[in-house]
Antibody
Framework: EVQLLESGGGLVQPGGSLRLACAASGFTFSSDDMSWLRQAPGKGLEWVSS????????SYGDSVKGRFTISRDNSKNTLYLQMNSLRAEDTAVYYC??????????WGQGTLVTVSS | QSALTQPASVSGSPGQSITISCTGT?????????VSWYQQHPGKAPKLIIYEVTKRPTGVSNRFSGSKSGNTASLTISGLQAEDEDDYYCCSYAAGSHHWVFGGGTKLTVL
């Protein structure tokens, strides 16, 4: 059974940094592309970033490019999102997801990031 | 403003069929068969219900079906049930810097 468990969310001041982690199990982690998505309170879904299985290819949404960095440790079956220069508009529930066939096939339960002074 | 346009709300009675539209452009929905649909209960993670326009993941009811015509994709739910009352989001691959774009979401009310 595929399981994705996010951690690392919390309250951070504007301009601060936070690193999210997503522990994966139940599949061959290194074979699959992975993504981070987010959902601001009361709002819709937004794609944040994706990374290929080998980590060779990475892509970012315009709203986070240059501030966020996606990475993975295939030896630990863990996906990461390093978030720097955080803004109030980054406040959201962050989900990690396993990609498959051009879709987000499995999702974690999410972790809440609140950017506020 | 979302890249893909969905109606904010739709409603239907139990047993009826409803369709949710998702309108994009020739740079996303119209040019790629990479449209997916997600069902989300408030406070829960989204769940994939349709991928590659028409395909259903294992375990998803065949009451859910997807289609596409030109720049508009559609999700149809037949035999509406009370448990279908959720938020629904479409998503498409998009050429250029956006990569993956979502619709703003549609709230389904079962009357």
């Amino acid at each position: 059974e595929v399981q994705l468990l996010e951690s690392g969310g919390g309250l951070v001041q504007p301009g601060g940094s936070l690193r999210l982690a997503c522990a994966a199990s139940g599949f061959t982690f290194s074979s699959d592309d992975m993504s981070w998505l987010r959902q601001a309170p009361g709002k819709g879904l937004e794609w944040v970033s994706s990374i290929s299985g080998s980590a060779y290819s990475r892509s970012y949404g315009d709203s986070v490019k240059g501030r966020f960095t996606i990475s993975r440790d295939n030896s630990k079956n863990t996906l990461y999102l390093q978030m720097n220069s955080l803004r109030a508009e980054d406040t959201a529930v962050y989900y990690c997801a396993k990609n498959r066939s051009g879709s987000y096939y499995y999702w974690g339960q999410g972790t809440l990031v609140t950017v506020s002074s | 403003q979302s890249a893909l346009t969905q109606p904010a709300s739709v409603s239907g009675s139990p047993g009826q069929s409803i369709t949710i539209s998702c309108t994009g452009t020739s740079s996303d929905v119209g040019n790629y068969n990479l449209v997916s649909w997600y069902q989300q209960h408030p406070g829960k993670a989204p769940k994939l219900i349709i991928y590659e326009v028409t395909k259903r993941p294992t375990g998803v009811s065949n009451r859910f079906s997807g289609s596409k015509s030109g720049n508009t994709a559609s999700l149809t739910i037949s035999g509406l049930q009370a448990e279908d009352e959720d938020d629904y989001y479409c998503c498409s691959y998009a050429a250029g810097s956006h990569h993956w774009v979502f619709g703003g979401g549609t709230k389904l009310t079962v009357l």
